[in-house]
């Protein structure tokens, strides 16, 4: 809509693809996703592939929609939000990005004993770094020689380091075409 450019994706854990985590309450009953049926639920943001796209086929997959399959929903805007409220027992489950739910576990563990995954998507392409179409095609060419360079750097390095990159990589539209078939399973027929 906007004409953005897709730049370049980070690199995390090794891969530049990333999970949608179906969680409930560590002492939730529920197994699968089904067992969510009439539970309080919570999505991350509408326009989220791991927090909203990814549990709304599911539910199309079950022969539902959102607002007939869970007792009731909330947007927590938020993937930390929806950990969160999941944790808090607020909502008995949530969507959110696995990349997310694993860099909060690792740095606060008791979201690990509070919460359990159920659930993992395929993976998606990693959502890339985008620029403006009408961004300066010298400036363009030197900020991709940044980031594409910043790994080797002491100081990119440690700024990478701090938000859990290795490095960023050449985007490969191909990444995309599981969360395209998805947008379009989703949204036919709305």
Not at 79 to 104: F, M, P, Q, T
Not at 129 to 146: T, W
Not at 151 to 172: A, K, Y
Request: proline share 7%; hydrophobic share 40%.
């Amino acid at each position: 809509d906007f004409g953005l450019e897709p730049f370049l994706v980070p690199v995390i854990q090794g891969k530049t693809t990333y999970q949608s985590y179906i969680i409930v309450p560590a002492d939730s009953p529920a197994a699968k996703f089904a067992d969510l049926k009439g539970k309080r639920f919570a999505f991350t943001d509408p326009l989220s592939t791991t927090g909203y796209l990814y549990p709304t086929y599911l539910v199309k997959r079950l022969g539902s929609v959102p607002e007939a399959f869970f007792r009731s929903t909330i947007f927590t805007y938020s993937h930390d939000n929806s950990i969160k409220a999941v944790a808090e027992k607020v909502v008995d489950g949530a969507a959110v990005d696995g990349l997310v739910l694993d860099y909060l576990v690792e740095h606060a563990p008791e979201y690990g004993r509070l919460i359990r995954v159920i659930h993992k998507s395929p993976e998606f392409g990693m959502p890339p770094v985008v620029v403006s179409p009408q961004l300066d095609a010298d400036l363009k060419d030197r900020v991709q020689e940044i980031l594409f360079g910043m790994h080797l750097d002491p100081e990119g390095r440690e700024i990478l380091e701090h938000l859990n990159i290795e490095r960023f990589v050449q985007q490969e539209d191909a990444d995309y075409a599981g969360v395209r078939d998805l947008a379009e399973t989703v949204l036919k027929g709305r």
